[in-house]
Every structure is written in structure tokens, then in C-alpha cells.
């Protein structure tokens, strides 16, 4: 829909580097800030130069907010077109949630050095988490509108606490994080309730990695395998961490095994368990 061209964030390694760029894709709910606390500091001291791209509607153009619903999966697969064809090199996609499937859509045309999927839309789509916590969790969709607009009281704090992070996130912690989450599109919502009822266009053949928190109540630890094996992709399970895996007490843990798996692209030598896996490609 927006034919204005998308903000990326440019954070510069410490010390020049040949590495490929990092591209941080932000998931929904959210913006390129959440990428910022964490792992875009830790990379950059790895000697990474990063780049967090803001989708339509999202984070620091607040112009666009009264657009937001208007705009859909294939206008944010076309904002991390536009910013994988402005970086100096192709670089490894960093997506999390939402953007892994923006992800995949752009790679189905689109090519990258390699991408990371961190706590991935399924296959499946998301109905079933919608169903899910319509049983267990009927709280948070009366909450979420509060946290999204800033409205909010304890019972809100704590639901979304439960939602997104991990168990062992102290609460007055999470309570910083808020003001990351932010309205999403309608537009987008909808669709990725509906993705498994799209055929998939193919995909680029380049190294793959799947990440995911044992905690995970959006999209359980569990789901991470269907991702994985539609990308030829290792799963890596962080134990302890929830939804928001960058931000959680174990993000350490997240950064460390993410840069393990970029040392091994750089030097043609990934793990065993990988190499077996990520290292081989069928077309979809």
C-alpha cells in the first residue's frame, strides 16, 4: 500500500568487519526497538553491523498509525524488500514472530545470506493459539487493547507478562518493556490466521535456523518442528525463555547459540547436527 521507502535503524559493528549485515525483522505488537535492548548491542560488540527495519505503521513513523490496519503481510514483505536492496551486502535475516513469516513470503522471491526464525508463526497459522487462549487465557484479549494504548493497570502488567515473557522475568522488569508493544494491522492479524490456506511460491536455498522458548506460551516450543522441516533447519530450544526470547533473562543464552550459528556460516563449518540438515536443500 505505502510507497514510502521503510526505516531501517543502523546500529555500526564496534570494529570494521567482513561479516555479512545482521537484518533484525520485528514481529507484530511490536517495533524495531525491542531488537535494541539486547541483541543488537551484543551482536554489534561480536563485530556485526546491524540493521532493524521499522514495517508500515510501526515504531518512529507515527504518521502511518492511522494507515496501520491498511496495510498487510505482502506490504511488509515489500518494506524488507526495499531494505535488503538499500544494505551495503546480503544479510542474514534476523526475524522474530510475525517476521518470520514476512520472512519467508519475502525469500519465496527474495534471497538472503541465510535467516534465523525466532519464535516463528507455524505453518499452521495462528488460530489455534487464538483458540487456545480463548480457553486458557480469556483475559488477555480483554487486556490487550489496554496494553497496545498505554492504558494500563496490574491485571494488564501481569497478563502480558504471562503472554510474552518467561516465568522467571520478574514483573516490575516486564513492566519497562511495554511501551515496545504497540496496535497491529487488522489487516495482518487476519492474515496470518489464514496462512496455512496459501500455497507457498517456494523459497530461497540458503542456510536456515529455528529458535524457539521452552516457555513459549504463544507458539509453543513444540510448534518450532514444522517450521524446521519445511526449512531443511536445526531446531534450537532455549530453556526457560517465553515469547520474547531477545528480552527474556535467558536472552543470553538466545544471543549465544544465534552467534555460534553465525561464526559457523562464516567459516563453511556448521555443527553436525546442522550440517546434516541446513546444509541441504528440496524445493518446495
Known amino acids: 500500500m505505502s510507497a514510502k521507502p521503510p526505516i531501517i535503524h543502523h546500529y555500526p559493528a564496534r570494529q570494521p568487519s567482513t561479516r555479512p549485515p545482521l537484518l533484525f525483522v520485528h514481529g507484530g505488537y511490536s ?33 502511518d ?30 526475524a522474530h514472530s510475525m517476521g518470520c513469516l ?28 487464538a483458540s487456545r487462549f480463548a480457553l486458557t487465557m480469556p483475559d488477555f484479549f480483554a487486556e490487550l487493547p489496554n496494553a497496545v494504548n498505554g492504558t494500563t493497570n496490574e491485571k494488564t502488567m501481569r497478563t502480558m507478562a504471562r503472554v ?66 519445511s526449512w531443511n533447519a536445526k531446531t534450537q530450544v532455549i530453556e526457560g525463555a517465553g515469547h520474547m526470547l531477545m528480552l527474556d533473562p535467558q536472552w543470553p543464552d538466545a544471543a549465544g547459540k544465534l552467534h555460534v550459528w553465525l561464526e559457523s556460516l562464516a567459516t563453511g563449518q556448521l555443527p553436525a547436527a546442522e550440517a546434516q540438515t541446513i546444509g541441504e536443500s528440496t524445493p518446495s
Open 31 to 63: 517495533n524495531a526497538a525491542l531488537w535494541g535492548v539486547r541483541f543488537i548491542p551484543y551482536f554489534q560488540e561480536q563485530g556485526y553491523d546491524c540493521y532493524a527495519l521499522e514495517l508500515s505503521g510501526h515504531g518512529s513513523r507515527p504518521a
Open 65 to 94: 498509525r492511522a494507515q496501520l490496519d491498511d496495510f498487510g503481510i505482502d506490504d511488509y514483505v515489500a518494506d524488507l524488500a526495499a531494505a535488503v536492496a538499500s544494505l551495503p551486502a546480503a544479510p542474514v535475516l534476523i
Open 102 to 129: 514476512v520472512s519467508q513470503r519475502f525469500l519465496e522471491r527474495g534471497t538472503a545470506c541465510a535467516v534465523a526464525f525466532l519464535a516463528p508463526v507455524p505453518p499452521t497459522g495462528t488460530g489455534g493459539t
Open 164 to 229: 510474552y515473557f518467561s516465568p522467571s522475568m520478574a514483573l516490575e522488569e516486564s513492566v519497562q518493556y511495554l511501551p515496545l508493544i504497540q496496535p497491529e494491522s487488522e489487516k495482518a492479524v487476519a492474515e496470518m490466521v489464514t496462512a496455512p490456506f496459501r500455497i507457498a511460491r517456494g523459497r530461497a536455498r540458503i542456510p536456515a535456523l529455528v529458535m524457539g522458548g521452552s516457555a513459549d506460551q504463544v507458539f509453543p516450543a513444540s510448534m518450532l518442528f514444522f517450521t524446521a522441516a
